[in-house]
């Protein structure tokens, strides 16, 4: 069984400062792990992914990922948060053994950047 | 240009009209998905197919119809038996090998009235 779980709905950061944003995941079998991005009234935005590589995955716009498997988690970080980066925020887990079917989305962070 | 394209951005019907939403891809991907996102929440899968004249239900397939008679194509109709229909719809496809990356268009946002 896979699942995921964003810790928090929203997170609110000032300009400049850094930005962690937290995802726990559980699967079966070896995940892949996404972060998505999205700004209103878009579609998803691919910011990085986890295939069994290298456990620190380095995205656009600055993010980075680390995936812990001791700790079941995959924490979305950036050094210093820019105000376009205000944005709903999802992680994913899929597993290469898994349908279609389950490709399971977080609920989403809802990411705000204070000037 | 290489994505997916979803038709119109915004769409509005009157409650109890069958609507179908066009979503289009020219990265030769084989799985194309179809989302429906609520103000606040995640996404939920409504139908997906892995290869031409071939889908599957979702979480939520109630009172949506969809085919799949072209590689590039993969249109969702609402129909009228869907009790709650206005939302943001979210197209997607992949490569559909192993646990590969989604790509998404930009979105339909419906209002039933």
């Known amino acids: 069984a896979q699942s995921v779980t964003q810790l928090d709905s929203h997170v609110s950061v000032s300009e400049g400062t850094p930005v962690l944003l937290r995802c726990n995941y559980s699967?079966?079998?070896?995940?892949?792990l996404f972060w998505y991005v999205q700004h209103p009234n878009k579609g998803l935005q691919l910011l990085l992914k986890y295939t069994s590589a290298a456990t620190l995955v380095k995205g656009i716009n600055g993010f980075e990922a680390e995936f812990k498997k001791s700790e079941t988690s995959f924490h979305l970080t950036k050094p210093s948060a820019h105000m376009s980066d205000a944005a709903e925020y999802f992680c994913?887990?899929?597993?290469?053994?898994?349908?279609?079917?389950?490709?399971?989305f977080g609920s989403g962070t809802r990411l705000s950047i204070r000037p | 240009d290489g994505g997916i394209t979803q038709s119109p951005k915004y769409l509005f019907r009157k409650e109890g009209q069958n609507v179908t939403l066009s979503c289009e891809q020219n990265?030769?991907?084989?799985?194309m998905y179809w989302y429906r996102q609520d103000p606040g929440q995640g996404l939920r899968l409504i139908y997906y197919s892995q290869i031409v004249n071939d889908f599957q239900k979702g979480d939520i397939a109630e009172g949506y119809s969809v085919s799949r008679e072209k590689k590039e194509s993969f249109p969702l109709t609402v129909t009228s038996a869907q009790k709650n229909p206005t939302a943001f719809y979210l197209c997607a496809s992949s490569t559909g090998q192993g646990a590969n990356e989604q790509y998404f268009g930009p979105g339909t946002r419906l209002t039933v009235t």
């Open positions: 699967s079966s079998y070896s995940p892949s």
């Open positions: 994913v887990v899929r597993s290469v053994y898994s349908s279609a079917s389950k490709i399971i």
């Open positions: 990265l030769n991907h084989d799985a």
